[in-house]
């Protein structure tokens, strides 16, 4: 037997993880659609460049609906990187990959920040474990940068800039003027809460409804502020 030696060159695989946003479609599905486009008309480059994941879970549409949502949403420069929650009937060849076991991660663009955790309990000390997570930021957070904490609220000691963006699981407490975006419960908490000294938000939510700038009542523009959710509708008042 001969045997011969080649020059095996290795290939180099790593794992990474992206943060990508989740857009889950209600029927009927032009009705979405075109709430979509409102969204995107009020918040220019919203979905620019941004990965996202089609949830499709409980969403009764077949295969060909499907493809149809898919085309609407590449035409409109939304890029679907993956689908969660697709019947194996609905899924076929030239669609996204499928999606499983997705969760949140944290990611900062900003430098490390000092995390409080909120020790109060009744159990022995050897039995406390943390009922409330935050993190404080010390400066602004500048255009074009992002702050991602899905584990619990966000404080900022400082401005939010326009073009920027704020993601928390909890509550947002912003310190100055918020003129970027503010995304509070992102992990489904209907009770979070946005906190700011000066609105001038380009768009705020809460459990993933939203409001835009057109959309705030023009008294609350410049004040401070505090908003909650209400069934489908966020309220907002001015803190005194």
């Known amino acids: 037997m001969t045997i011969v030696l080649t020059d095996a060159r290795s290939i180099r695989i790593k794992g990474r993880s992206f943060l990508a946003v989740m857009l889950s479609p209600d029927l009927p599905?032009?009705?979405?659609?075109?709430?979509?486009?409102?969204?995107?008309?009020?918040?220019?480059?919203?979905?620019?460049g941004r990965p996202i994941v089609l949830d499709v879970t409980d969403l009764q549409i077949d295969r060909s609906q499907l493809k149809d949502l898919i085309a609407q949403l590449t035409q409109r420069n939304v890029s679907i990187m993956g689908i969660e929650g697709g019947r194996p009937s609905i899924l076929g060849p030239g669609m996204p990959p499928s999606l499983k076991g997705g969760r949140p991660v944290s990611d900062f663009e900003l430098p490390k920040a000092e995390?409080?955790?909120?020790l109060q309990s009744k159990a022995p000390a050897s039995e406390a474990r943390p009922v409330l997570?935050?993190?404080l930021i010390r400066q602004p957070v500048r255009s074009g940068q992002s702050v991602i904490f899905p584990e619990g609220d966000v404080t900022i000691v400082g401005s939010?800039?326009?073009?920027?963006?704020?993601?928390?699981?909890?509550?947002?407490?912003?310190?100055?003027?918020?003129?970027?975006?503010?995304?509070?419960?992102?992990?489904?908490?209907?009770?979070?809460?946005?906190?700011?000294?000066?609105?001038?938000?380009?768009?705020?939510?809460?459990?993933?409804?939203y409001k835009t700038a057109e959309d705030m009542a023009p008294g609350l523009r410049g004040e401070a502020v505090q908003l909650w959710l209400e069934g489908d509708t966020i309220m907002a008042e001015k803190l005194i």
């Open 29 to 48: 599905l032009d009705d979405w659609l075109a709430r979509l486009d409102d969204l995107a008309a009020r918040s220019a480059g919203f979905f620019l």
């Open 115 to 118: 995390p409080i955790i909120d």
């Open 133 to 135: 997570q935050s993190i």
């Open 160 to 209: 939010v800039a326009s073009g920027s963006e704020v993601i928390a699981g909890g509550s947002v407490h912003v310190y100055g003027t918020l003129r970027g975006r503010v995304m509070a419960g992102s992990v489904g908490n209907a009770s979070a809460r946005i906190f700011c000294r000066k609105l001038e938000a380009e768009l705020v939510a809460i459990d993933g409804v």
